[in-house]
């Protein structure tokens, strides 16, 4: 949030005198690092019930007793029978790269146009601020419908991963172009006036000079974007619908997400969602692992 | 070039309004059809006898939100101010990568993760089915968290240090300093923070549908089952034709418009903020 | 900090699994648990009106009264998992995924095992037919080629195999594979699109270059979708409404699928008349208890 910067408001600081004020203040003190435990017990406690549940399912034992990995779960092709999620995961990739493909370029050219051509505080701009900031409000359930009531019907792409995708990509179009503007305008004034002072123009000083700079930050963005994307469920299941198999762009495909929520719905083992939902848990965490370390290494630098 | 970012930026605009067009072209003629007022006050879901009556989903929702927000709000404000005020930078580095993590964990895993766990033990602890409005509050309490445990960091890390210092200088504690001048100051940060909460809430669908029993019925005490706008669009689109389909997208309308009015008072805080 | 958060998680955990793993003797007093599923299921559909759960009312119109505080599952297994881990429940769920489920007991009616034989020679009244669903008579060659796959032979081997009863007999003709290509969407009721997955496997081992896609979305989708060409053959687990045969949908049936009373393990309860169904599933009845009197 980059709107709390702005913070001066006028306070009456009331000075506690009296020890019992103290005491008050210590208890609320003791609440915080209470609080603090329960947020991070809950992280853990989801965590470690997921990969106790569902690591065991990875594996089978044979008649001598012996672990053998499950490698049906990774079959080429899905079936009723082996529940293979192989065709989900590589869904799960396209389905990022297409969403990517559409809210990347879109989110950086919007977002370089608001750090480095829009004049402050125009209209235009507060409008675009506006319904950026609405577009990521909206539920994902409203894309969904969205989705399903223009890419599919309406544009006849029937559910399809590119229907799916271009759902996806205006729902991570916000965060992609909000954090590409606010890290072009972390970026010194003084790399651009040098820039200026060698002669470069302002195309090729934000695109040489300004952009690798910010780089760091619009990357994180897109890593969360990915975290978004293969967790979203509600907004795919009406857009890019549940086929099985490894789709491709016209096709119906589940990503694993999808392919969770489906698997408590009509599958037939409950073994395996727990399989497929630690891989989805892997990949979140790898997702924001990556960002965040992206992200300490740009703090770093400035 | 320019003008290639100037229209990148502009397809925000764009797709708002290509949003509101379809939501409300495709929603509103079954107001034709069916009265609006009918629609937001009748108690009863029946849409295959053509009754559709949607207070009990509106009265669901805001249930379920208030419930979460009950639990998820102190618990979240609190985390902040440790956050922001007491813990040591060491423990710091160790919080905020978990809160992000809390905050990308996908819905359906969440509510995997209370169908599994938290439904057969509320079931067991307390009674009734477990598929209630009580799971799916503490489910979502859990998935506004990070929501508003960063807003509200942000805001209270905002606050100039003058505030504390002039505060110690006066004789306070750090403690009492740090509830008695920084938190007041940041107050309206950490309430844009809970109302962005309340959007995440309102908004939530996979996960809920999963654990609240999702009966269309007026709520009946928090034990019970209920039913939110957004499960009732995702339960039933898959079977919907004709005006059943309409009415779902109705239902959407409606949920889009209070999700609307949260945003703008969100924003509202924040433009106040700002001015001050 | 570490030690005791971890020691802190470790006491939650062991807590909250120990609760679970709770099991108590089954309680008759307890108030039943009615799971159900939602409005526009195919299974729902022909459940209530077997059951009589949907009666006429006062005004002579079809009614389906079932109970309020009935939980709505949105999905087979949804329905099996609730079952199978609330002592109270009672829910209702396609015969074919319930004989390859064993966490949940299938009770008789009126003393008559819920089994495929008696579906067959018609014991076991509640029934209902798998159907798929075109839009008139069906033009695309591979459409036709794996509808005459689905009711060969081999197709309603398959059938029979996951617990469905096929009215294949010995004049049911043989399929011979004539290695179409092409691509197939098969879309509709979530009950029937498990068998129809195996069928589509089936057809895409002897004909590698034909692609076809299962989506399940429900009864009602698969035959909208039938109608307006978003799928090539729809999917439906109930028999078609007046107003879909007027709209050209022509329905086949692939088979008789059981809908089976379903209980958790730990109920004594082991058969059921279809009026006492009725009780429960409207509400009239909420305790085991009262049930057994």
């Known amino acids: 949030m980059s709107e709390t910067g702005a913070t001066t408001p006028a306070v009456d600081i009331t000075v506690p005198t009296r020890p019992s004020m103290h005491l008050g203040s210590r208890f609320l003190k003791a609440l915080c690092w209470a609080a603090g435990f329960v947020t991070i017990g809950v992280l853990l ?47 799960t990739l396209t389905m990022t790269a297409l969403s990517l493909l559409i809210s990347v370029p879109l989110g950086v050219g919007g977002g370089i146009y608001l750090a480095e051509y829009a004049k402050p505080g125009s209209k235009l701009v507060k409008i675009i601020r506006v319904t950026a900031e609405t577009l990521a409000g909206i539920p994902s359930i409203i894309y969904a419908l969205f989705g399903m009531l223009v890419f599919v019907v309406t544009l006849q792409m029937g559910i399809s991963m590119l229907s799916g995708a271009l759902t ?111 891989v989805l848990l892997i990949i979140v965490v790898l997702m924001n692992a990556l960002s965040s370390y992206i992200a300490k290494r740009l703090t770093k630098k400035g | 070039m320019r003008g290639l970012f100037l229209a990148s930026a502009c397809v925000c605009i764009f797709a708002v309004g290509v949003i509101c067009y379809f939501l409300f072209a495709n929603g509103l003629p079954f107001f034709a059809k069916y009265s609006a ?73 969440y509510g995997f993760f209370g169908l599994k766990l938290l439904v057969p033990f509320t079931r067991n602890m307390l009674g009734g089915n477990g598929l209630s409005m009580f799971v799916a509050s503490i489910l979502l309490a859990i998935m506004i968290l990070p929501t508003i445990i960063q807003t509200s960091e942000a805001a209270i890390n905002a606050v100039p240090n003058s505030y504390y210092e002039g505060s110690l200088a006066m004789g306070a504690t750090h403690e009492s300093s740090v509830f008695r001048a920084i938190v007041p ?40 089952g209920v039913r939110t706008l957004t499960v009732n669009v995702l339960l039933e689109m898959g079977y919907a034709a004709d005006v059943h389909r309409e009415s779902l997208i109705a239902t959407g309308v409606v949920l889009f418009i209070i999700v609307m009015a949260i945003n703008f008072i969100f924003s509202f805080i924040n433009r106040r903020r700002v001015v001050q | 900090m570490k030690l005791r958060s971890f ?31 939602e409005e526009g299921s195919g299974t729902r559909g022909a459940f209530v009106e077997l059951t009589g759960v949907q009666a006429k009312d006062a005004s002579g119109e079809e009614k389906d009264n079932t109970y309020s505080e009935a939980i709505i599952s949105n999905g087979t297994n949804l329905v099996l998992t609730t ?16 004989l390859h489920n064993d966490t949940v007991k299938a009770l008789k009616v009126e003393g008559i095992e819920a089994s495929t034989e008696n579906i067959l020679n018609g014991t076991y009244k509640i029934a209902r037919p798998f159907n798929v669903v075109t839009k008139g008579e069906l033009t695309d060659e591979l459409a036709k080629d794996f509808m005459a796959y689905v009711m060969s032979k081999e197709g309603q081997a398959i059938v029979t ?133």
């Open chain 3, 83 to 98: 079952v199978a881990d609330n002592q109270a429940a009672i829910g209702y769920a396609s015969l074919s995924s319930v």
């Open chain 1, 45 to 91: 406690l989801i965590i470690a019930y997921i990969l106790v549940n569902g690591l065991p399912e990875f594996f089978s034992r044979d008649e001598q007793g012996t672990l053998h990995f499950k490698a049906s779960l990774f079959a080429l092709k899905y079936n009723s029978r082996n529940l293979s999620m192989l065709p989900a995961i590589l869904n």
């Open chain 3, 161 to 293: 195999e996951d617990g469905l009863v096929s009215s294949a007999n010995d004049q049911t003709p043989s399929y011979a594979a004539a290695n179409k290509s092409g691509s197939l969407t098969v879309g509709g009721s979530t009950s029937v699109a498990p068998v129809m997955e195996l069928l589509a496997e089936g057809y895409m081992e002897l004909n590698p270059e034909a692609k076809i896609e299962v989506q399940s979305t429900g009864s009602s989708a698969g035959v909208t979708g039938a109608l307006d060409g978003t799928y090539d053959i729809g999917m439906a687990s109930r028999t078609l409404k007046d107003s879909e045969t007027e709209k050209g949908a022509l329905a086949t049936v692939i088979g008789t699928d059981g809908i089976a009373i379903v209980t958790n393990l730990a109920n004594p309860v082991e058969d059921i008349t279809v009026e006492q169904v009725r009780q429960v599933f409207t509400g009239e009845v909420t305790t085991w208890e009262a049930l057994n009197k």
């Open chain 2, 185 to 224: 100051a940041a107050k309206s940060g950490i309430v844009s923070g809970i109302v962005l909460g309340i959007g995440r809430a309102i908004g939530e669908t996979t996960a809920i549908l999963m654990v609240a029993g999702n009966q269309a019925r007026m709520p009946t005490g928090i034990l019970a």
């Open chain 2, 37 to 109: 007022w009918d629609f937001i006050t009748g108690t009863e879901w029946a849409p295959l006898r053509g009754i559709y009556g949607i207070l009990p989903m509106i009265v669901g929702s805001f249930l379920v939100t208030f419930g979460a927000l009950l639990l998820g709000a102190p618990i979240g404000v609190l985390t902040a101010i440790l956050m922001a005020r007491f813990a040591s930078s060491r423990v710091v580095r160790v919080m905020k990568p978990a809160v992000a993590l809390l905050a990308g964990i996908p819905s359906v895993v």
């Open chain 1, 168 to 278: 996806l990509g205006t729902m991570t179009l916000p965060l992609i172009l909000r954090q590409t503007e606010e890290s072009l305008l972390s970026v010194p004034m003084s790399y651009r006036e040098g820039s200026y002072g060698l002669g470069a123009g302002k195309l090729r000083t934000t695109v040489r000079i300004v952009l690798p700079v910010a780089m760091p930050g619009i990357l994180a963005a897109v890593l969360l974007s990915i975290g978004r994307i293969s967790g979203e469920t509600a907004a795919l299941i009406f857009t890019s619908g549940t086929g099985t198999g490894i789709a491709g762009i016209n096709d119906s495909g589940r990503t694993l997400a999808v392919h969770l929520f489906k698997l408590q719905e009509e599958g037939r083992a409950v073994g395996a969602s727990f399989a497929v939902a630690v």
């Open chain 3, 7 to 37: 020691t802190a998680l470790l006491l939650i955990l062991t807590m909250a699994l120990g609760l679970t793993a709770l099991a108590a003797d089954f309680d008759a007093k307890q108030v039943i648990t009615v799971v159900s599923r």
